[in-house]
């Protein structure tokens, strides 16, 4: 008798008190009454990890575009399939005759490979050194630069790079424009410098005639040339990728390797051949660049991480097909899921991107379920109020700091799926996937208010 007591009130401490559970479904249910709903849709799951049981479900199974939120399901396989030993390596190696030194670099597509490393790397060449030809070797992946499903104008963007092995500062340059006095043509930065792009300034201070300012590229052109268009009355900040990758990757070692006084001849493509000494060797590992695909949504953090699952099962060089069937598989061996669902690329920039609230459910319990995985995750992702896409919302209420979770915005389509800490104690996971509308202001503003009802 004394064993079952024991038993009946150790069940009793890990079980959901019924009026926080009843709340908690009554003030969802209210919510979901909001008039905003009238045109639009929601699919909300909230899991209790703590008690282990389903706290609420609404359209669980609806198959929906996710948007940023892909890369919580990107980031968990990768975690678990990569390991936390596993390394992103950016190689340099020499090939030295006593007439010719021949000088090879092979990417794996670093993405958070920057100038600091493209200085250390340039400096593991012996000053006066003269280099006859400066070899990119880009054949891991195949030659397809986007994945399927890329928005064709969202190219000139950062948030959309050419996809290479090779990758400086994410392939893409930050411009910043600053106004000066009335007439006078704005204060424009770029970086990193670089001379393989250029800069023209048609843009002018405190004149209202010439519209909204605009930071482009001249992308249909194929062109590396940014153009300030426009009146500049306050700063002002855009990210533009660069055409070719591979090649802005190559044209800034060539200009680093320069300015430390040694001389590069040519620069050409080729596979590293046998026989060649390792120079330099940049090591990145996989836990830091999921914590850039989730804390600050770097798309090509995303990408990197499914060609690198593609690689064991690849046949050749990789694509993004290789590392989407291994995340599909996932999803179906150690997700459990057996209905429709599409994985086309691994950031949630693809328009052929399908997925479940349920699906993205069972990913965060999956995660949670695994020490490692799961620890890497809740950490890497934003915290309401205070890092990331989460640090300007739920101020002032009981979400502040409680949730650590991953948005995801495109046209129509605004998501939020995470963890949540409840003042009862316990851990929630929670996905909600809001389609259908004009705005992601009052989504927001809904979302964060589903956030708060559940951390009370």
């Known amino acids: 008798m004394k ?125 006066g050194s003269v280099i006859d030809t400066l070899y990119a070797d880009c054949s891991m992946i195949d030659s397809l630069y986007w994945g399927p499903g890329w928005s064709w104008d969202d190219n000139p963007y950062g948030y959309q790079p050419y996809l290479s092995p090779l990758m400086y500062c994410g392939g893409a340059v930050e411009v910043v424009v600053k106004p000066k006095e009335k007439g006078m043509a704005p204060e424009v930065t770029v970086n990193p410098n670089s001379s393989f792009y250029s800069v023209v300034n048609e843009a002018e201070c405190g004149n209202s005639e010439l519209g909204k300012l605009s930071i482009l590229r001249d992308w249909l052109e194929d062109s590396n040339v940014i153009r300030i268009k426009g009146n500049c009355t306050r700063e002002k900040k855009e990210k533009m990728n660069m055409y070719r990758s591979a090649d802005f990757f190559m044209a800034a070692l060539a200009e680093k390797l320069d300015s430390m006084g040694i001389e590069v001849k040519n620069i050409a493509f080729d596979t590293v051949p046998a026989g060649c000494d390792t120079v330099y060797t940049c090591s990145r590992s996989v836990g830091s660049v999921v914590k850039r695909a989730l804390l600050d949504s770097e798309n090509i953090c995303a990408e990197a991480l499914v060609y690198h699952l593609g ?131 009052p989504v927001r503003e809904w979302q964060d208010k589903v956030c708060n009802l559940l951390c009370k």
């Open 3 to 127: 064993t079952r007591l024991l038993t009946y009130i150790s069940l009793l401490l890990f079980l959901p008190p019924v009026s926080a559970q009843t709340g908690i479904v009554g003030g969802l249910e209210q919510l979901l009454q909001d008039k905003m709903f009238e045109s639009s849709d929601a699919s909300v799951v909230v899991y209790d990890l703590t008690a282990d049981s389903m706290l609420f479900e609404h359209r669980a199974h609806k198959l929906v575009r996710p948007a940023s939120v892909m890369k919580v399901l990107t980031s968990v396989v990768a975690l678990d399939r990569l390991g936390a030993g596993y390394k992103i390596n950016t190689t340099m190696y020499e090939n030295r005759t006593d007439s010719s030194l021949n000088i090879y670099v092979r990417g794996e597509m670093d993405p958070l490979f920057g100038e600091k490393d493209m200085i250390a790397m340039a400096a593991s060449i012996p000053q």
């Open 311 to 441: 690689k064991p099962v690849a046949k050749g060089t990789v694509s993004m097909s290789d590392g989407c069937a291994v995340i599909s598989r996932f999803v179906k061996s150690k997700l459990g899921v057996t209905t429709d669902y599409a994985v086309a690329d691994g950031s949630g920039l693809s328009l052929y991107n399908y997925v479940t609230a349920d699906i993205l459910f069972r990913t965060l319990r999956y995660a949670h379920k695994r020490k490692w995985v799961g620890k890497t995750l809740y950490n890497a992702m934003p915290r309401s109020g205070m890092s990331g896409t989460l640090r300007n919302r739920t101020k002032g209420t009981a979400a502040y700091g409680k949730v650590h979770a991953k948005t995801g915005t495109v046209k129509a389509v605004c998501s939020l799926a995470g963890y949540l800490d409840a003042a009862n104690g316990h851990r929630y996971a929670f996905v909600l996937m809001n389609t259908g509308m004009q705005s992601s202001r």
